[in-house]
């Protein structure tokens, strides 16, 4: 990153201190005739991690995929409301997507690394974005597949293709390839649920230790997984936002009947 | 419960199974039996001689060198044309336009020229690229012909190639702040590359074998040089195959060495397919994509 790059970005950092880092507000989501988002109002402050939790097709991905603008690959959609990032709407005309999704990162469900090299794969984000420096994208890659809890594992394979990794190394090398391009949030979109119980613990141990340089949401089945990682729980149920609070509030003494029932396993 | 029900099934299925491979061993033999007649014919005329010398006595005698070479170099601008434009279409049809009836239309219309018949491709060539645009009978204006006969398979494989790309690697780029076509040229092309090239492999057998589209604008009846430039005419082994079986000077003297000819059109094409298998696989290997 140049200077000026950096310049810019931390006096963005001041002059948006105390406001949301992620805002969303009355938003409404239509896929043709189908009202999958209704008047979602939201508040994410950062460095925290935000579980959206609700049944399937509840709107929780859908919700999730606003903020990288991943929605606008889908025919037939119409969006209403604001969704503000630093406090500014990253639907506006003078955002550019490909620069929006630089600062908004994201790991998909399943692991969907690059048939590349493990090197390649980190670095993809970077050479995309037009930087060439060797050195550079080398200490990139380096960190960021530390910063991912996986350097030990590939460092003396990183020429190798990362089809030949584990699942759960697949997916903490997604979140490597996320990382390298520096954003300020990440999206992660029930990034476990493929993985065994084990890579599972280790990519959950990575979000809480992410958590001091990024702003998290994370869409997740798993009631034990939201409980464990995030600050703030929201319950989406049938295209409405019912409920969010901070975590514990949720699963110990949540407000609406229906978030009581959800989390208790009566319907999902 | 009856017995003789379950035995009559199970001889059902056996009927069933070896009509079914059969038949599939019947196309093999078709295959197999052209080859070997193609072979037995033709391949003790095939020679160090036959293969770079020039025809003599009226064809009857020599080699088939210059036919070869014109071929080859038909194959070679059929290709350098239809290929790029083919793939890119190909990319445009998949990845930039959406489902709906213009996609349709235009898959329609790619159809359509798959079935023109050949000689209508020629005549079109000859009207087009020999008069109107003034090539004359050239390397360029047969080329350009075969490479429109080439052009629908390209673009069908091509765009079957990329629709069988996974779109969580496409998701996987945009969401990394890749633009739409970096996403096309840094992955999911390289990843449907090896389909693509299968593509590539077809129109090539198909474009060496083709006569009609090079008889009225490229193909020589007999000219014993080598071209030297895309502008010159030059003799081609489908072309000179048919000239010596039906027109030449005496197709009773030359009959062996029609034979020789069809050996070595398909010698070429199956060489030309095992490169390009090589290279399929080698392109597979290095994007395995699991």
């Known amino acids: 990153m140049r200077f000026v790059d950096i310049l810019a970005k931390s006096t963005k950092q001041i002059k948006h201190h105390n406001m949301f880092k992620i805002e969303s507000k009355d938003v409404h989501l239509h896929y043709g005739a189908f009202h999958a988002l209704k008047g979602i109002n939201m508040s994410i402050e950062k460095n925290t991690v935000t579980a959206l939790i609700g049944p399937s097709g509840c709107g929780k991905s859908t919700f999730l995929r606003l903020f990288n603008r991943m929605n606008d690959l889908i025919d037939d959609i119409k969006i209403e409301g604001q969704c503000l990032l630093d406090g500014k709407d990253i639907y506006s005309k003078d955002v550019k997507i490909d620069d929006l999704r630089k600062r908004v990162g994201m790991v998909f469900q399943k692991p969907n690394p690059f048939p590349k090299t493990i090197f390649e794969n980190v670095a993809y984000g970077l050479r995309v974005n037009g930087i060439t420096h060797k050195s550079f994208i080398e200490e990139r890659v380096e960190r960021s597949l530390k910063q991912a809890a996986l350097w030990d594992e590939v460092k003396d394979k990183l020429k190798k293709s990362a089809m030949a990794l584990s699942g759960g190394q697949q997916q903490r090398l997604c979140i490597a390839r996320a990382l390298a391009i520096e954003p300020s949030v990440l999206l992660m979109d029930e990034p476990a649920s493929a993985l065994d119980p084990i890579s599972t613990a280790k990519i959950e141990e990575l979000i809480y230790e992410l958590k001091s340089d990024f702003t998290i949401i994370i869409v997740t089945h798993n009631m034990q997984q939201a409980g464990r990682i995030s600050d703030t729980t929201a319950f989406f149920y049938l295209g409405e936002l019912v409920e969010i609070d901070s975590t514990k509030k949720i699963f110990t003494n949540p407000n609406d009947t229906r978030t009581q029932n959800y989390i208790t396993g009566r319907f999902g | ?290």
């Open chain 2, 1 to 290: 419960m009856e017995k003789p029900d379950i035995s009559r099934k199970r001889l059902a299925e056996a009927i069933a199974f070896w009509i079914f491979r059969l038949l599939s061993l019947g196309v093999m033999g078709i295959l197999f039996s052209i080859l070997g007649f193609i072979l037995y014919k033709g391949i003790h005329v095939v020679n160090w001689d036959f293969i770079t010398k020039m025809p003599e006595d009226g064809m009857t005698k020599g080699g088939i060198y210059p036919a070869i070479i014109g071929t080859l170099c038909l194959i070679a601008g059929s290709m350098i044309f239809a290929f790029p434009i083919g793939v890119m279409s190909g990319i445009y049809i998949n990845e930039y336009t959406k489902d709906s009836w213009y996609r349709r239309f235009v898959q329609l219309m790619t159809a359509n020229l798959a079935g023109i018949p050949s000689i209508v491709f020629g005549l079109f060539g000859m009207s087009l690229f020999v008069n109107k645009l003034g090539f004359g009978d050239s390397i360029i204006a047969g080329s350009l012909t075969l490479g429109l006969l080439a052009l629908p398979v390209i673009i069908r494989t091509t765009e079957e190639a990329l629709k069988s790309v996974d779109d969580s690697y496409r998701h996987a780029s945009l969401a990394l702040g890749a633009t739409k076509l970096q996403t096309i040229s840094r992955v999911t092309l390289p990843v449907a590359l090896p389909n693509i090239i299968t593509g590539f492999i077809l129109s090539i057998g198909r474009v060496s074998g083709e006569t009609a589209p090079i008889l009225f604008t490229v193909a020589a009846y007999f000219l014993p040089k080598l071209p030297t430039s895309i502008h010159d005419q030059v003799m081609a082994l489908p072309y000179h195959l048919y000239v010596i079986s039906t027109s030449g000077t005496n197709i009773n003297e030359s009959r062996g060495m029609a034979y020789g000819t069809a050996v070595v059109l398909i010698l070429i094409v199956l060489i030309l397919n095992l490169i390009a298998n090589a290279v399929r696989r080698y392109l597979g290997k290095k994007y395995k994509t699991n």
